[in-house]
């Protein structure tokens, strides 16, 4: 092709025809420039396709990630509820469930020091989707701002409550052992009932909160979930 340009340009110039050159010259500097935007327009084409490809696949294994994490999150839920009514009945009837009733009390305190389990995310996709920059020239920007809050806010804020968490729990395991070994109950005086009393209330605080939290984080990932879904 190059070679029939040339020649046509050559045969012009011989015969001396030189605006008819100009003219051709022109047409074909308009048929490089065509062909060089034609070019760049399918490197777009082919990158913008690319990058569509890349943000569905990174919308399914997000979506992935987030069932999977519902799923935990719901049984961090499910383990954790019976605390809050044992709670209760500890907080309202210590006493005389400690001088009355032993065998109750002792089962009740079991339900409230069974083992703890806090919620820790797959961010995976996320993580993989922020370090590769790709978030940033993602298309769906309602999405994304429910995913960098639900990761960067939500998230960061239940893995610090529940290190506090497990923080509390970890001091309650310790300083009732006892209890915890044998299911029942050491001899106390009323006021280290009432300290023990004290004790399970600042973990109780703690794993009330939390439990709202993790309530607030299902409700931010089913939105996620059904985004977009027909």
């Known amino acids: 092709m190059i070679k029939f340009f040339r020649k046509i ?14 003219i051709y010259a022109i047409g074909e500097i308009v ?16 990158e913008s396709r690319k990058q569509s490809t890349a943000e569905k696949e990174f919308i399914t294994s997000l979506k992935n990630d987030l069932k999977q994490d519902r ?3 719901e049984s961090v839920i499910e383990l954790n509820e019976p605390r809050i009514e044992a709670y209760k009945i500890l907080n309202s009837d210590l006493h005389n469930l400690y001088n009355n009733d032993r ?3 002792d089962s009740i305190f079991k339900i409230y020091f069974r083992s703890q ?29 429910k995913v960098v809050k639900l990761y960067n806010s939500t998230y960061d804020r239940l893995i610090d409550n ?15 052992s006892y209890e915890r070994r ?28 939390y439990l709202k939290q993790l309530r607030l984080a ?9 985004e977009n879904q027909s």
Not at 218 to 226: M, P, R
């Open 9 to 22: 340009r050559q045969k012009l110039l011989s015969e001396n025809k030189f605006s008819k050159y100009l």
């Open 218 to 226: 299902v409700t931010e990932i089913d939105k996620i979930i059904t």
């Open 31 to 46: 048929l490089v420039v065509i062909g060089i935007l034609i070019a760049l327009q399918i490197n777009n084409w082919n």
């Open 162 to 176: 529940g290190q506090i968490l497990d923080e509390r729990w970890a001091f309650l395991s310790k300083k009732y």
């Open 71 to 73: 799923i935990f999150i």
């Open 103 to 105: 065998k109750s009390l």
């Open 182 to 209: 044998t299911g029942k109950f050491r001899e106390m005086t009323s006021e280290q009932l009432t300290e023990f009393l004290d004790d399970v209330y600042h973990h109780f605080k703690q794993l009330e909160w």
């Open 117 to 145: 389990r806090t919620f820790y995310p797959i961010s995976g996709s996320y993580e993989s989707a922020v370090s590769g920059n790709q978030i940033t020239v993602f298309k769906d920007k309602v999405l994304l701002q």
